[in-house]
């Protein structure tokens, strides 16, 4: 950890807890600060506020109090979650205060560079994809940001061998000032998180934040095939790494007769690269992109690449059954996730799909069901899902009361050599906490068969 003073005896106020603010706030005491935690739940259902109070930071529980900050704070350190037209927030930068997010504080620590990812869909796949082929390629690499540890916390001990690998929302780079990732990635881009961004332009801006402070010795591997990322490179310092699963990039990282290239290397024959489907693809060509550039051997990346099976979720291979295969994409909560993992699949397919009703029809489902043989629907938007199946002529549709139930469901009509497949292009919150519960309860259903 690099010993920094910038915030030696300085008061900062820290809004909002959870895991990176109670990360966020033990580290600038460790480095010196007058540190006030905030956080809305009460002290007495607050373990963590409980726990900071005991080591000797100011902690004030239960509101968001604007007029806390006329006590003279000359920093804010922010949960990403917390919205910019917060009226605590509204009042720093009234006060101009400046806002930062716990991703800043972990650049200004670290001793070891970044490899920073970020995108609507892909985001987690490729960070882990980076990180196993990092790994199998003996270049030390630590993992951090939304895919697990907090930043901050991985900065501590993170030694200049290393190499932090991290995924990052939107959230998180709309409050940075220096960081600056020696290789930055951006998956893909479509509507997402417009509720707290206000419209598509200003959450591409928030992503783009990933490279602002790149120089000319970094890379920023991006979505070739995104107008709207490539017309946002011009006034960039770093090395451009466009990649696209059309071979029509000669000279960066793209698919060509059968082999993922990277400036004209040949790297992996397709063919032997276990995840399915372009999304993967493109996404592969974003970590193969960055494991080149840092030195890792083909070798290390095709022992990841033919093992690799999927991160817990997100497309996540469960098991074969009597020549059945069923995959785990709970993490699909919106339609363009549930989209692409239905194009990964050209054989016939039993789609599990439903959840919380947000007020949206599924007719932008429709292109991506023509190899959809069976619907099996359940929770608020079953009706709708149903509906649309109807409409295209999907003769076998079930409508059930839950994951549990669809599974069983689903195998008794299904056929051998089909893929029994949940993607339910809605979030869990109708009947599950998230789609980490429902995830798990669809795997161990399939393992109950």
Known sequence: MIGVNTYLRKKILVLGLAKSGVAAARLLHKLGAFVTVNDMRPLWDNANAQELLEEGITVICGSHP??????????????????????????????????ITEVELAYEISEAPFIAITGTNGKTTTTTLVFEMLQAGGKNPLIAGNIGTVACEVAQVAQKENIIVIEMSSFQL????????????????????????????????????????????????????????????????????????DSAFSDVAHVKDGFVVFQGEKVIEVSKIVLPGDHSLENILCAVSAAKLVGVDNVAIETVLTTFQGVKHRFQFVKELNG??????????????????????????ILLAGGLDRGNEFDDLIPYLKHV??????????????????????????MVENVEAAVPAAYEVSKEGEVILLSPACASWDQYRDFEVRGDIFVRAVNNL
């Open 66 to 99: 604007v007029e806390l900050l006329d006590e003279g704070f000359e920093l804010v350190v922010k949960n990403p979650g917390i919205p910019y037209n917060n009226p605590m927030i509204q009042k720093a930068m009234e006060l101009e205060i400046p806002i």
């Open 373 to 398: 043989r069976v619907l099996v629907t359940f929770g608020q938007t079953a009706p709708k899902l149903a509906r649309v199946a109807k409409d295209i002529g999907i003769e076998t549709i079930l």
């Open 174 to 245: 709309m409050g940075i000032q220096k960081f600056r990732p020696h290789i930055a990635i951006m998956t893909n881009l479509f509507d997402a998180h417009l509720d707290y961004h206000g419209t598509r332009e200003e959450y591409l801006s928030a992503k783009m934040n990933i490279v602002k402070n790149q120089i000319k010795e970094d890379f920023f591997i991006y979505n070739g095939k995104q107008n709207e990322i490539i017309n946002s490179v011009n006034n960039i310092n770093s090395n451009l790494i466009p990649f696209s699963i």
């Open 324 to 349: 059945r295969r069923f995959y785990n994409d709970s993490k699909a909560t919106n339609i363009v996730a549930a989209s692409k993992a239905l194009e990964a699949f050209k054989i016939p397919t």
